[in-house]
């Protein structure tokens, strides 16, 4: 199969605006790996609740282009919608 679509599998590295893979939702439960390992586990339901919501946040703002500290600083100010502009 890699031999039918090398053209396709290999156009990251013609074309930097291809990701070198597609694998988003991957990449957006590895930082909630990483959290479990450095600390262990989640104290509480609710505060992992709360992580994978403030995450989930931080990870739609990075998709629209917004930096993740204007997003949380919008966000306190009362202004969370920032994301879906």
Do not use: W
């Not at 709360?50 to 739609?60: A, D, H």
């Amino acid at each position: 199969r890699l031999v039918n679509y090398k053209a396709s599998v290999c156009l990251f590295i013609k074309n930097l605006c291809v990701p070198f893979d597609n694998n988003l939702a991957e990449r957006d439960l590895r930082m909630i790996k990483v959290k479990t390992k450095v600390s262990g586990c989640f104290r509480s339901e609710e505060g992992a609740q709360e992580y994978l919501t403030i995450m989930s946040y931080i990870g739609t703002a990075h998709k629209h282009g917004i930096n993740a500290f204007t997003a949380i600083r919008e966000a306190l100010l009362g202004n969370s919608d920032i994301i879906f502009n």
